[in-house]
Each structure stands twice: as C-alpha cells, then as structure tokens.
C-alpha cells in the first residue's frame, strides 16, 4: 500500500528472513508470507519477548462479541481532527468502528483514515495465529537484531486484536475504501491511488495536476500517500518534468516533507512502527524519528544537501511548478 515500507534497505540480512518465511509456513500450515523486500533490523540489545507470545485469537473473538453487545452504543462522533486517534488510540478495531460510521455518513476523512487502519492491521489480521508463530521463529532465531521487530510486531497485534481473518483486509479492502475517498473528494486518497498505480485518470496531464494540487495544500498525508508514485517509479515520466520525482531520493525528500508539514514522524509513530513490524527497517537505538533515521541510514554525506534543498522546495511556494 502506499505507506507500505517502500525504502530501499539498509542492512540486508536475507537469510535469516528467508529461514523465517519458511519457518513460519511449515511451523503454521498457513500459506501467508512476509512483505517482498524485508530485512531484519538493525542491531539492538536484546529484551524479552515472551510475555508478549500468548495465542491471540481467542482474545480477538471474544472483543469481537463483546463489540456486537455493545454496537449501539458505540460513540457516533470523533474528535475534531480524526486523524489523530490513529497514532494513540490502543483498540483500532473499535476506532475503526467509530470512523466507519462516519464515512458511511459522507465524510471522506473518515473514510481515508479508515483505510489507514485497514492498512496498518492487514498483515496481522489476515492471520493472527500465523502472525504469532511467525513472531516466535524470528524470536528463536537468536540474532541480537530480532527484538526489535518482534516488539514492533507485537504492537501492530495489541492494537490490532480485535480484527479477524473474517474482515478480510488486504489490498482489495484497503483500495476499494481509498478509491471512494478519492471519488468524494479526499486528496490523500487520490494521491494514494496514483502510488498504487491505479489513479483517478491515466494522463500526463492529471497526473502532473494532482501533484500541483499535493503541493498547493501542504497536507502531509496527501504528501506522504503520494511519496511512492516521486521515487523511481516516476522516472521517465513526462508528468513529472521538473518536479521533484524519479530518483531513489525523492521518494525519501517527498516523504521527510510530510514530517515537516506536521505528520507524525517520531519513534513512536505508526510511520515508524509500521517500517520495522512490516518491512524490518528499524532504528538502531529505537528512539530515532523518521527524519534522524533517514539521515543516519539512507542518505549519504553528499546526498544531504540535496536532500535538504529538495526539501526546502517541496514545502516551500510554487515548488515544482
């Protein structure tokens, strides 16, 4: 998805994912994966886990009946910035339920935050007893760096447990909720599905539009969701003549802008806790935000100060025009 880990990796330790993979598959009997392109983290000290390890499912269905209980009197209103809840908010599946009325009352906010959630819970909630076992092997394997993304992991499944293999999220789910958002007007939406590769319109003309339009309303989720569509997939594309697009980097320049703008970026954020628990890519002392992390780990010296000039344009006015 669009804020799927998209970032070239940084310390590649290959096999001993590949032993998780499979490790995962034959321990479960579930045909799940991990995402294409995962690495295991960067060193870390290591801490327990094992508390965390316990069987989820049963918990998960039973918040799932309790939430059928008490479904009418589940709050109808969100606070004024919806967006907020998705960083603090431990029970996602309720928050979800809360944003779904919304978006079926016509608000597109809604409904884009809703697809965040769908996104950010998917990999946990296609299997959560796979999802477990899998956080087991890659416990097991003994490597100092484990930790790190087990502990990611495991918060993805902590705020993710009310969720089921019942509500089938995935791509199609997560696609079809931004495709709507976009088509009632959300611009982080539209961006979204220009990064998918299944954009509103398929023209030169639109496609440099919506990126003016990305720039002009300075909101950092529009930025982030269009960040994929300006790295290397954007090279050679006509729309994109002089903008900031087409190059490993920009992907990382368009992305560090949102931080700017005020997306949160810090250790804690579900940007951050998304990169480790889904792609591996996970800060060596686990208390970097975004910005120090790609500083320290993807770009280089001489890469810095186009980076910070690329950025200084994108946030600025007219950049890109």
């Not at 087991?136 to 993710?160: D, F, Y």
């Not at 050679?236 to 002089?242: H, Q, R, S, V």
Request: proline letters at 5%.
């Amino acid at each position: 998805m669009a804020f799927a880990p998209t970032l070239k990796t940084w310390l590649l330790v290959l096999p001993a994912v590949a032993v998780l993979g499979v490790a995962g598959y034959r321990a479960s009997g579930h045909g799940h994966a991990l995402q294409d392109g995962v690495a295991v983290p960067m060193d870390v000290s290591a801490s327990s886990v094992g508390d965390a390890l316990a069987p989820v499912v049963p918990e998960a269905l039973a918040r799932r009946l309790s939430g059928v209980e008490r479904s009418t009197a589940l709050p109808s209103g969100l606070p004024l910035d919806i967006r907020a809840d998705i960083e603090g908010e431990t029970d996602l599946f309720a928050y979800a339920q809360r944003l779904r009325v919304q978006a079926d009352n016509g608000n597109h906010e809604a409904r884009w935050m809703l697809s965040r959630v769908y996104d950010y819970c998917a990999q946990y909630a296609v299997d959560p007893g796979g999802y477990r076992l899998d956080n087991n092997v890659l416990a097991g394997l003994g490597l100092s760096a484990a930790p790190a993304m087990v502990q990611a992991r495991e918060r993805v499944a902590q705020r993710c447990g009310g969720f089921v293999p019942g509500d089938k999220l995935g791509p199609a789910l997560v696609i079809g909720e931004r495709r709507r958002a976009a088509q009632e007007g959300n611009l982080a939406a539209e961006a979204s599905l220009l990064a998918e590769g299944e954009p509103l319109q398929d023209s030169e003309q639109y496609r440099r539009e919506l990126v003016q339009r990305v720039q002009a309303s300075r909101d950092p989720e529009a930025y982030m969701a269009l960040a994929p569509a300006m790295g290397l997939r954007a090279a050679g594309d006509k729309a994109m003549t002089g903008m900031i697009a087409g190059e490993q980097l920009s992907e990382l320049a368009w992305r560090v802008a949102a931080c700017e703008l005020g997306l949160p970026c810090g250790a804690d954020s579900v940007l951050v806790n998304s990169y480790c628990a889904n792609g591996g890519i996970c800060s060596q002392g686990g208390t970097q935000d975004f910005r120090d992390f790609v500083y320290d780990a993807a770009v280089s010296r001489q890469g810095a100060g186009k980076m910070k000039e690329w950025i200084k344009r994108l946030i600025g006015t007219g950049a890109g025009r």
